[in-house]
């Protein structure tokens, strides 16, 4: 190592920065360590933390409040006397409830093998803490010397102790080398949410009422330190690290990702939920190609039992955004969430996105860097129809004749199974509404009609 290396003064993590500054919620120490940073964005960041009571190691989101939106929070009056956190009363002050973001909900009440486990919320004056299973392996091109001293340190579950590769191709594209004219010419679409109308207003009770904050059972760890101590940066687990690790996959492992994608929308779509954000920074996966999706904040929830809502505000990646919500139009979040698959497909297949340019996306222009089997081009072809009317629908993707040349089982049609969950989806839809265009229905698209 030189002497620019040594001398390096060591860079702090976004967590680190502002945890450093924040006392976390006593209840939370007590069950969990934290480690290292996994992400950062808009809204929060993401850390991973040891369970102090199931010895596994744990995803842990730190939400800021002021940063959500009225429609990205819900009342939950279901876990009132179990959950911990602060607690609100109505206006007759007789039932309690509590705010907790609305990616909280959705995962309590999903269960799929291809989607993340909710674990548990806490909460303070600043962060939902929102901690979930974690799934995936660290992705890196080369592990360096300090990775393998770091994990030699920390143990089998730090940062650098299982970094992954596969064998590249060597006419393999980069992810990032080729999407840059697409990238730069898309601008912000209403990506993210205004200013927060979140305000606490809990109850103004004893400090020793159990629901303000977690509390924990007394598992005899003594007293834990309130700040993190120094914190690494950790190699992301998700899919867009895995492409640029190992460029893009050969056939075989794309269909045997995507189809773990495909069946994990299927299961929301027919529960009545859509992520609305499905791409390849939200998709986490493993050494074995194990996939789980994560990060349902730009999630909607409607009634299945009826037809679906048509929107009119947009929260996901405009990378990834349809036809129909380039041009404005409402939409309905089903048939744009297949068009983020076609997109996904794409970069699973080429590692780069079927589009160059804004235009060609509106109308479905299709301009791969590689060359891609027959039955491929026609899943992404179908998945890409610019009239949302014609494209193809979750079960007719899962349909397609792609699939049938990989004999790899369905996953569960349901995990529900009765009608007490569509009645708890009917109640969830009914509070994230906000955004639904009553009424409205778009009668135009480029580039074809139905």
Same mark, same amino acid.
């Given at each position: 190592? $030189?002497?620019?290396q040594?001398d390096a003064a060591p860079?702090?993590?976004?967590?680190?920065?502002?945890?450093?500054? /924040?006392?976390l919620d006593?209840?939370?120490l007590?069950l969990?360590?934290i480690?290292?940073?996994?992400g950062?964005g808009g809204?929060?960041?993401v850390c991973?933390?040891w369970?102090?009571?199931e #010895?596994?190691e744990?995803?842990?989101?730190?939400?800021y409040?002021?940063k959500l939106?009225q429609r990205?929070? !819900?009342k $939950?009056w /279901?876990?009132?006397e179990s959950?911990p956190?602060?607690?609100?009363?109505?206006?007759g002050?007789?039932? %309690?409830y509590?705010?907790?973001?609305m &990616?909280?909900?959705?995962?309590?009440?999903?269960?799929h =093998?291809?989607? !993340?486990n909710?674990?548990?919320l806490f909460?303070d004056?600043t962060?939902?803490?929102?901690i979930q &299973?974690? /799934?995936?392996?660290?992705?890196?091109k080369?592990?360096?010397?300090?990775?393998v001293?770091?994990a030699t340190?920390?143990?089998?579950h730090?940062?650098?102790?299982h970094? +992954?590769t596969?064998a590249?191709?060597?006419?393999?594209?980069?992810?990032?080398?080729?999407?840059?004219?697409?990238?730069?010419?898309?601008?912000?679409?209403d990506?993210?949410p205004?200013?927060?109308?979140?305000?606490?207003?809990?109850?103004?009770s004893?400090?020793n009422d159990?629901?303000?904050?977690g509390?924990a *059972? #007394?598992?005899?760890l003594?007293? *834990?330190p309130?700040?993190?101590?120094?914190?690494?940066r950790?190699?992301?687990? $998700?899919?867009f690290e895995?492409?640029?690790a190992?460029e893009?996959?050969d056939?075989?492992?794309?269909r045997?990702?995507?189809?773990?994608?495909?069946?994990t929308v299927?299961y929301l779509?027919r529960?009545?939920?859509? /992520?609305? $954000?499905?791409?390849?920074?939200?998709?986490?996966?493993?050494?074995?190609?194990?996939?789980?999706?994560?990060?349902?904040?730009?999630?909607?929830c409607?009634?299945?039992?009826?037809?679906? *809502?048509?929107y009119d505000r947009?929260?996901?990646t @405009?990378?990834?955004?349809?036809?129909?919500?380039l +041009?404005?139009? =409402?939409?309905?979040?089903? =048939?744009?969430?297949?068009?983020?698959?076609?997109?996904?497909?794409?970069i699973?297949?080429?590692?780069?996105?079927?589009? &160059?340019t804004?235009?060609?996306?509106v109308?479905?222009?299709?301009?791969?860097k590689?060359?891609?089997?027959?039955?491929? @081009?026609?899943l992404?072809?179908?998945?890409?129809?610019?009239?949302?009317?014609s494209?193809?629908t979750i &079960?007719?993707?899962?349909?397609?004749?792609?699939?049938?040349r990989?004999?790899?089982?369905?996953l *569960?049609?349901s995990?529900?199974? #009765?009608?007490?969950?569509?009645e708890?989806?009917a109640?969830?839809?009914a509070?994230?509404?906000?955004?639904v265009v009553?009424?409205?229905?778009p009668?135009?698209?480029? %580039?074809g009609?139905?």
């Amino acid at each position: 190592m $030189d002497n620019d290396q040594q001398d390096a003064a060591p860079e702090f993590s976004v967590a680190q920065k502002v945890l450093a500054e /924040h006392p976390l919620d006593p209840g939370f120490l007590e069950l969990y360590e934290i480690r290292d940073e996994l992400g950062s964005g808009g809204f929060g960041f993401v850390c991973s933390a040891w369970s102090r009571v199931e #010895n596994v190691e744990v995803a842990v989101k730190f939400i800021y409040k002021n940063k959500l939106h009225q429609r990205a929070v !819900v009342k $939950d009056w /279901h876990r009132r006397e179990s959950a911990p956190g602060i607690l609100h009363r109505d206006r007759g002050g007789a039932s %309690g409830y509590r705010l907790i973001p609305m &990616e909280a909900a959705i995962l309590q009440f999903v269960q799929h =093998p291809g989607i !993340v486990n909710f674990k548990g919320l806490f909460e303070d004056s600043t962060f939902f803490y929102l901690i979930q &299973e974690l /799934h995936g392996s660290p992705w890196a091109k080369h592990a360096t010397p300090e990775q393998v001293q770091y994990a030699t340190f920390m143990g089998p579950h730090s940062a650098g102790a299982h970094v +992954q590769t596969f064998a590249q191709s060597p006419s393999a594209m980069s992810l990032s080398s080729s999407t840059a004219s697409f990238y730069s010419e898309a601008s912000e679409m209403d990506a993210s949410p205004s200013t927060s109308s979140f305000s606490d207003t809990s109850d103004p009770s004893t400090p020793n009422d159990p629901y303000r904050r977690g509390s924990a *059972p #007394n598992i005899g760890l003594g007293s *834990p330190p309130s700040r993190p101590p120094m914190m690494q940066r950790r190699s992301s687990h $998700d899919l867009f690290e895995c492409i640029e690790a190992n460029e893009r996959f050969d056939e075989n492992k794309a269909r045997y990702i995507f189809k773990q994608v495909v069946d994990t929308v299927a299961y929301l779509h027919r529960n009545g939920v859509c /992520h609305r $954000d499905i791409k390849d920074e939200n998709i986490v996966i493993d050494d074995k190609l194990q996939v789980k999706l994560i990060d349902f904040g730009s999630a909607v929830c409607y009634d299945a039992r009826f037809e679906p *809502p048509y929107y009119d505000r947009f929260f996901g990646t @405009l990378n990834f955004a349809s036809s129909e919500i380039l +041009q404005g139009y =409402p939409y309905q979040a089903a =048939p744009a969430e297949v068009w983020s698959l076609g997109v996904l497909l794409s970069i699973l297949l080429t590692g780069v996105p079927p589009f &160059e340019t804004q235009r060609d996306a509106v109308y479905g222009r299709i301009r791969l860097k590689h060359t891609i089997t027959r039955d491929a @081009l026609s899943l992404m072809q179908r998945c890409l129809h610019p009239n949302p009317h014609s494209r193809y629908t979750i &079960e007719q993707v899962k349909r397609h004749r792609w699939f049938a040349r990989e004999g790899a089982s369905r996953l *569960p049609l349901s995990l529900f199974g #009765n009608n007490q969950r569509a009645e708890q989806a009917a109640e969830l839809a009914a509070d994230l509404r906000t955004d639904v265009v009553n009424g409205a229905r778009p009668m135009l698209y480029k %580039g074809g009609s139905s």
